[in-house]
């Protein structure tokens, strides 16, 4: 009966680790090694799988350590309208884990990334790196913890689109090639819109309780209009970003050409990207959709960049 209650409880804590959202840290990671390998002409594989796992325990940290900080804040409990992309795990309001379980197990997994994050420092004796990952665990766990709590004042959107865009491509990139060039400020860009929409539009259903513990995110300090049209504005945006990369650098041609095949799936989530939806419909079509265009406008990306890798003679380095 024991050994029936540990797995149970090992089977628990792996659901709680929420598997299905590291595309999130996956996503930057395949866009900037593309890129990096197209550049270079060489792939590393050791240090992409390690990148890899590195962001996808770290992102697991930090969602784990978020309920955690939520529940304190309350934010989790006041939440009458939680969805399968909002509302947190609901494993400590469901009772599954307990908020200490939840905590530890974080905290775990965060230094399971910072170990990770030490091998590849010591691998790549890069300064670089080592202030990307502090960023990146610093940025996470303080997302909800104190004192910063980032997400409770009006950066968190921000700070997801830096710690989710910008730094995992820059970093990504500069271990396949050693350098921090500054045309990546573009493909960077993209993915760091894609996952800020992403954040922005899941904090819609979320927006009484987040009023309630004033966590000031946009759609509380802004309102639902506005932030509707700064959602819109930002979309828009990566898709004249993804134009502006087919003449603007040849390595970008394709990554632009096959980002802008998605721009059917971006006119659907437009149409359900408003203030009905958002607020009544318990479908979340927009928020669904935003997160397929997530990971879909990163593949294509991810592709296009392996598209201009194939016209050289790719060396693979262990």
């Known amino acids: 009966m024991k ?51 590195a962001i996808a325990a770290l992102h697991i940290g930090s969602n ?12 989790d409990w006041l939440n009458k309208n939680p969805t399968p ?15 200490k379980e939840m905590l530890i197990t974080g905290l775990a997994f965060l230094g399971i990334g910072s170990v990770i994050g030490i091998t590849i420092v010591l691998l790549t004796k890069s300064v670089f790196i080592l202030i990307l990952g502090l960023a990146g665990l610093l940025g996470g766990f303080f997302y909800t913890a104190s004192p910063l709590r980032l997400g409770y004042r009006r950066v968190g959107e921000l700070n997801i689109a830096l710690l989710f865009g910008f730094l995992p491509v820059y970093g990504a990139y500069y271990l396949q090639t050693k350098t921090t060039d500054s045309f990546v400020l573009l493909p960077a860009a993209i993915v760091a819109i894609l996952i ?46 993804a134009l502006a990369a087919l003449f603007l650098n040849r390595l970008f041609f394709f990554s632009g050409l096959l980002f802008m095949l998605t721009l059917p799936l971006a006119y659907m989530t437009l149409r359900f990207a408003n203030k009905k939806n958002l607020t009544t419909n318990k479908e979340c079509r927009a928020n669904q959709l935003t997160i397929l265009l997530h990971l879909t406008g990163s593949i294509a990306l991810t592709a296009g960049f392996i598209i201009s890798a194939m016209q050289n003679n790719i060396e693979i380095t262990v």
């Not at 784990?64 to 529940?71: E, G």
């Not at 539009?201 to 979320?206: A, K, L, R, S, V």
Request: glycine share 6%.
């Open 196 to 241: 800020f929409l992403v954040i922005l539009i899941n904090e819609f259903p979320d927006l009484p309780a987040d009023a309630a513990v004033n966590k000031r995110t946009w759609p509380v300090c802004l309102g639902v209009t506005v932030s509707i049209w700064i959602y819109r504005i930002i979309l828009i945006t990566a898709y004249l970003l």
């Open 85 to 99: 992309f909002s509302g947190g795990s609901r494993f400590i309001q469901k009772g599954l884990l307990t908020p």
């Open 64 to 75: 784990m350590n978020n309920d955690y900080f939520d529940h304190l804040s309350a934010n």
């Open 3 to 53: 050994a029936n209650t540990k797995q149970s409880k090992i089977v628990t804590i792996l659901l709680a680790t929420q598997p299905k959202f590291l595309t999130a840290s996956i996503s930057p990671v395949l866009v900037g090694t593309g890129l990096g390998v197209a550049v270079a002409g060489s792939f590393q594989p050791l240090l992409f799988i390690l990148a890899l796992l």
